[in-house]
């Protein structure tokens, strides 16, 4: 049994997925949301995929940060034109797989399904662009992200999953100060989230 939600602006588009998909025995439809605010509160511990609709476009940020903060979720675009660079953009932004907008309701179940194994089903093409994106993509683990001495403790300290206030105490700081260097950090590592700054430096932890 898959458990997942559904995240659309179009209501009409939202409600009849949920109910063809409620109507199968092999899934679970735990919630029905119109953006990211309404998806975080509805997401639980037992959400195994979320449907997101790309067709309007997407919050990349949002979406990346769910991906980093919900490493076992597996993320599903719906609509997506089936052309390399959004594939590429899509695969980067930490969807685990995508359904195009002629795909059937049969079709988007079974790549459900192959997500949730761990599989990709995609042309040769849509492969090798993949991997050249990925290519692309990758950091260069020599390259020091420049950070001043107290945004790398602060870093540091994002990595265990402090708290503001138990930075606060640990550094001798003032929250609204240790605020401050949190904010400063997310900005120069270019990410929103606590949670993407908390991956980056655990991947990565001699570039801090």
Not at 22 to 31: L, P, S
Not at 51 to 76: F, S, W
Not at 177 to 200: F, P
Request: glycine residues 8%; aromatic residues 4%; proline residues 2%.
């Amino acid at each position: 049994m898959m458990n997942i939600a559904i995240l659309t602006p179009v209501r009409v588009l939202g409600q009849g997925l949920a109910v063809c998909l409620a109507a199968r025995d092999d899934v679970r439809v735990e919630a029905l949301a119109d953006d990211f605010a309404g998806l975080q509160q509805a997401l639980t511990d037992a959400t195994d995929i979320v449907l997101i609709d790309v067709t309007q476009g997407y919050p990349a940020d949002e979406v990346r940060g769910l991906a980093a903060e919900r490493p076992r979720l597996k993320l599903i675009a719906l609509g997506l034109r089936e052309q390399q660079e959004d594939v590429v953009r899509c695969g980067r932004s930490g969807f685990s797989d995508y359904v195009t907008r002629e795909a059937s309701v049969e079709a988007l179940v079974e790549r459900m399904h192959h997500a949730l194994s761990g599989r990709l089903a995609c042309s040769a093409e849509m492969a090798s662009a993949l991997m050249r994106g990925l290519f692309r993509a990758e950091p260069d683990d020599t390259q020091q992200v420049e950070l001043t001495r107290r945004q790398s403790q602060v870093a540091r300290l994002l990595e265990r999953g402090l708290s503001n206030k138990e930075m606060a105490r640990e550094l001798d700081l003032s929250v609204g100060t240790v605020k401050h260097h949190v904010h400063g950090v997310l900005d120069r590592l270019g990410v929103s989230r606590r949670g993407q700054a908390m991956r980056m430096v655990r991947n990565a932890p001699w570039r801090f």
